[in-house]
């Protein structure tokens, strides 16, 4: 049986699992207080609909670590060092959220390994709401 | 209501709230969701020990929350309609961590008519307490 590959293996084209996750009030709520940020837009309905879920919430929850099929062995942490977003609609509370991430490139830097990442956001309803590339790279424990 | 307005010049600087980091906030952030038996989640975010198997010296905040507040200072500028179009690309330069503050700055770099409004870029950037960029980069936004 072939072994899974740890998230520092992963090439160009190669995927990690989707995630699908509600966005409730308490959810929401959470991240309002993370990044202390109470604006009305994020806590009251409007008639173009539910609140707006906080921008910071999807920014977590597109990180790679937060794929089902993530894996690193224990000392090794991913760490993001370059960050590319494209904001395309507001989500919204209540509403389910999927999140795809393919890898698009790999590339060494001053020793160091880099993975760039594809990462998209879609709604319940097809609506997408975030496009970001993610530029990682893994840091472990020198002995 | 936007801020940044079609007649706004280049080299117009902006400042957002100074935020101090927590760790309240970090868990809040990185710690998971629900919170229940194991909160937060033990990872370099959270866990001083997590992080030193990382090699890293300390726990340090995620730079998606500067990310966080380079958007929120965005969305007061131009608006709740910057979630629909707006740009920015960060590089993250120092580490951040708990007991820290970090504020948010813009400062207009340059400006050009396109068919449906003015856009903007910006230079955007998150100093710590000691003046120290944490992160540097870009944002864009139209002003209809």
Not at chain 2, 106 to 134: M, P, W, Y
Request: glycine share 8%.
């Amino acid at each position: 049986m072939a072994q899974r590959k740890t998230a520092d293996q992963l090439g160009i084209g190669d995927e990690f699992e989707p995630y699908q996750f509600r966005v409730t009030p308490e959810f929401n709520h959470q991240y309002l207080e993370a990044v202390d940020d109470h604006h009305r837009r994020y806590l009251e309905e409007t008639k173009l609909g539910a609140p707006i879920v906080h921008p910071a919430l999807f920014l977590n929850y597109c990180s790679i670590t937060k794929s089902p099929s993530f894996y690193l062995p224990p000392g090794i942490a991913a760490v993001v060092a370059k960050d590319e977003i494209e904001y395309l609609s507001p989500g919204r509370v209540g509403k389910s959220f999927r999140v795809s991430w393919k890898v698009v490139d790999t590339y060494t830097k001053r020793g160091r390994s880099y993975q760039v990442t594809e990462i998209s956001v879609v709604d319940e309803d097809g609506i997408r709401i975030m496009r970001r590339r993610m530029n990682c790279t893994y840091m472990a424990r020198r002995e | 209501m936007a801020i940044i307005t079609r007649d706004i010049q280049e080299g117009r600087p902006f400042s957002g709230k100074p935020k101090k980091i927590t760790e309240e906030r970090v868990y809040a952030f990185s710690g998971g969701f629900p919170k229940g038996p194991g909160w937060p989640q033990k990872n370099i975010h959270t866990d001083v020990e997590f992080a030193r198997r990382c090699g890293l010296s300390d726990r340090n905040a995620s730079g998606s929350m500067f990310e966080g507040y380079v958007t929120e200072l965005m969305v007061d500028l131009f608006g709740e309609n910057w979630l629909r179009g707006g740009k920015m690309q960060l590089v993250f330069i120092r580490m951040v961590t708990i007991g820290d503050t970090v504020l948010p700055k813009a400062i207009v770099q340059s400006r050009r008519e396109e068919h449906s409004g003015t856009r903007f870029v910006l230079e955007v950037s998150c100093e710590n307490q000691h003046g120290d960029k944490v992160a540097v980069g870009t944002a864009s936004g139209l002003v209809q």
